[in-house]
């Protein structure tokens, strides 16, 4: 498995996620509270949106069985297997409302809106290897437990701005938050990170990268064409971020 650690030690220093451009920007007061609002309704949009990813991934890796049978319980997940039906993207967009912030009526800018087109071109724009698509989706896996721990970040900024109590706690950032909880019902943001950050996400992760390593007839060239895909979404993101952090409206060139 030390093919995947050394892929995730070199996302680990992507200044997204090592030195982030917005959460930098709001510790230094140089975003809004609106505009993190705006940001957070683009980050929003994009996690909705890798579910539909995942669903194409899992027809684009029909070749590779386990990691197919992966992605469909993941899916699950995602839809409220484990969260007496509520939906992953439901908790979080109900206690964001609870805020004010209405992530899921957020407009795509064009930021977004191009990693959107690109990772869907990258996942099932039919003319990549299945080793490729497998890099894309392994790093749309890996990627989400350090974002959501950036994201969380984010809010907490934004409540320090508006002279709210913290909304997640330190401890559910580092994946150490008890859940109280009864029911998906009750949860709150400490809760839908902690959970996320500690159990799902890693879960998530590591059964993925199980599943490709099972895989029997894995050659060289997979492995390049896997980490090719892997890098691609890494660029993408940082892109993605530092548009992010600048001044709403700004215009800036299309990602490619």
């Known amino acids: ?27 230094l007061n140089e975003l809004s509270p609106a ?3 705006e ?7 994009l996690v909705t949106m890798i579910t539909s990813y995942l669903f194409m991934g899992s027809h684009m890796l029909s070749k590779i069985p386990a990691a197919r049978d992966e992605l469909v319980r993941n899916i699950g997940e995602e839809r409220g297997s484990l ?14 409302m609870k805020l004010g912030v209405k992530a899921n009526l957020t407009v795509w800018d064009a930021g977004t809106r191009d990693i959107l087109a690109a990772l869907g071109l990258f996942v099932g ?10 890099g894309v989706i392994y790093a749309l896996e890996a990627t989400a437990t350090p974002e959501l721990q950036v994201v969380g970040r984010i809010l907490n900024e ?17 994946g150490r938050h008890v859940v109280r909880a009864a ?52 660029t993408l993101m940082e892109l993605w971020w530092e548009r992010l952090a ?9 990602i490619s």
């Not at 724009?125 to 497998?134: L, P, T």
């Not at 600048?246 to 299309?254: I, K």
């Open 35 to 37: 505009r993190i609002e």
């Open 1 to 27: 498995m030390s093919f995947f650690k050394n892929l995730c030690d070199d996302m680990n220093k992507r200044k997204f996620l090592a030195d982030n451009p917005v959460l930098k920007a709001a510790q």
């Open 125 to 134: 724009g039919g003319s990549q290897s299945e080793y490729f698509v497998a």
């Open 83 to 96: 969260t007496g039906g509520y939906t992953h993207h439901e908790i979080l967009n109900r206690e964001l």
């Open 39 to 45: 940001i957070v309704g683009q980050y929003v949009g």
């Open 158 to 174: 934004y409540a320090r701005m508006r002279g709210l109590p913290q909304l997640i706690t330190d401890e559910a950032l580092v």
């Open 183 to 234: 029911s998906a019902s009750e949860m709150d943001l400490s809760d839908f990170f902690g959970i996320h950050i500690e159990a799902f996400e890693p879960g998530h992760r590591d059964r993925f990268a199980q599943a490709i390593a099972s895989e029997p007839k894995v050659e060289w060239s997979d492995r390049v064409q896997f980490a090719t895909g892997f890098r691609s979404v890494l």
């Open 246 to 254: 600048l001044p709403a409206g700004t215009d800036v060139a299309t």
